[in-house]
């Protein structure tokens, strides 16, 4: 089985940075696309970035110049850089990897999430 596990959620005010790291393991062959999730209370589940195995990134518009994504293949990682934080940023953060686990065995995965809260 595969497990994400994510770390990096806290409690910070409008303008501040956080980052947010995720790590894979278990029965791995490739991990194709990886991303970040989140949802707010009341509100849909939305992409925030993804990042393929090659590396190309995708943001939502609304945090386009703010947040990094990134990965690391040899590691099975993936970050979110946050910067310049904003109180609609608020959600709790979930990290996904579409993962590759032998012959017919690819299934999407998930993380426990991760609460960001920004405050005003």
């Known amino acids: 089985q595969v497990q994400l596990v994510e770390s990096g959620g806290d409690l910070v005010q409008t303008g501040g940075s956080l980052r947010l790291s995720c790590a894979a393991s278990g029965r791995i062959v490739r991990i194709n696309t990886m991303g970040w999730y989140r949802q707010a209370p009341g509100k849909e589940r939305e992409l925030v970035a993804d990042?393929?195995?090659?590396?190309?990134?995708n943001y939502v518009d609304s945090v386009k110049g703010r947040f990094t994504i990134s990965r690391d293949n040899a590691k099975n990682t993936v970050a979110l850089q946050m910067n310049n934080l904003k109180p609609e940023d608020t959600a709790l953060y979930y990290c996904?990897?579409?993962?590759?686990?032998?012959?017919?065995?690819?299934?999407?995965?998930w993380g426990q999430g991760t609460q960001v809260t920004v405050s005003s």
């Open positions: 990042i393929t195995s090659g590396g190309r990134p």
């Open positions: 996904y990897a579409d993962v590759l686990s032998g012959v017919l065995r690819r299934n999407d995965y």
